[in-house]
């Protein structure tokens, strides 16, 4: 069955850094995109990065661009997202995500675009 499992979240204080990991089995990121979301208290969930399964292309949030980086190790099964400079409002937990079983053509950072997540990991950043 296709798995996702988020680690490496914690309590950081704001201008912190930290890295996220999602391991992967039962399908192939050569194949499949992933996907990092988040969701805060009382808000929606929302895309934070992307990254395509065919050319490594990486997509931001607007709200992240300059501050976290998204990459993959395939030999590993594993996609991380590096988290740096961190805010109060980056606060939620945040989950990892694939398009599978559906192959998106250029990735979405829209989580109905997404058929099966991990159970998330909880990010917070306070002072």
């Known amino acids: 069955q296709v798995q996702l499992v988020e680690s490496g979240g914690g309590l950081v204080q704001p201008g912190g850094s930290l890295r996220l990991s999602c391991a992967v089995s039962?399908?192939?990121?050569?194949?499949?995109?992933i996907g990092w979301f988040r969701q805060a208290p009382g808000k929606e969930r929302e895309g934070v990065s992307c990254i395509s399964s065919s050319d490594s292309s990486t997509y931001y949030a607007d709200s992240v661009k300059g501050r976290f980086t998204i990459s993959r190790d395939n030999a590993k099964n594993t996609v991380y997202l590096q988290m740096n400079s961190l805010k109060p409002e980056d606060t939620a937990v945040y989950y990892c995500?694939?398009?599978?079983?559906?192959?998106?053509?250029?990735?979405?950072?829209?989580?109905?675009?997404?058929?099966?997540w991990g159970q998330g990991t909880q990010v917070t950043v306070s002072s």
């Open positions: 995500a694939t398009d599978w079983p559906v192959r998106l053509v250029i990735p979405t950072m829209k989580p109905a675009d997404f058929g099966s």
């Open positions: 039962g399908f192939s990121l050569h194949y499949y995109n």
